[in-house]
């Protein structure tokens, strides 16, 4: 079974000028232990791809699944599954770094992971800025913030 699959894949937009197609059948499976690089031009259909594959999006037709758990009618499990770095930085500026892990793990239904959040953020070099509040950190922390959270319920 593949991690990542997908089937027949189509996304169409409505538009003023009229339908525009975003993606066009993409098939491709995702073994488990790869890695998986999405490359193309402005408007190839990137993030549109992405945004289905979590749940953002819904593909107009075709199907997407994560290790078994089709993204639209499977949506918690396949979720759970999937760890998610956005593109732009999102994070709320009113917690430190440690709160912000445990709210996020708390969309997972996931408690007491304390030890687990130690874990990663000393992995990311961020232990010594988990009561610094988010505003307080840099871009790059920023960013390494945001992978934590995607780390956080063990996806």
């Known amino acids: 079974m593949a991690a990542v699959s997908f089937q ?3 996304k169409i937009f409505p538009t003023p000028k009229g339908p525009f197609q975003a993606l066009d059948g993409v098939s491709l499976d995702i073994e488990e232990g790869e890695f998986f ?6 408007g190839a259909g990137k ?6 594959l979590a749940g953002l999006a819904r ?11 089709d993204v639209q009618s499977q949506f ?7 760890g998610v770095v956005p593109q732009e930085l999102v994070f709320d500026p009113f917690f430190n770094v440690r709160e ?12 007491n992971n304390d030890a687990w959040i130690d874990e990663l953020l000393d ?7 988990a009561t610094a509040n988010m505003r307080q950190l840099s871009g790059g922390m920023k960013r390494r913030v945001l992978v934590a959270q995607a780390l956080v319920h063990k996806p």
């Open 76 to 82: 918690a499990a396949a979720r759970r599954q999937l």
């Open 100 to 111: 912000t892990l445990r709210l996020q793990s708390g969309y997972f239904g996931v408690k």
């Open 37 to 42: 690089g999405l490359l193309g031009p402005n």
């Open 59 to 69: 593909a107009s037709s075709g199907s997407v699944s994560v290790l078994g758990h």
């Open 47 to 52: 993030t549109t791809l992405i945004s289905i």
């Open 123 to 129: 992995a990311l070099g961020l232990a010594d800025k």
């Open 8 to 10: 027949s894949v189509s």
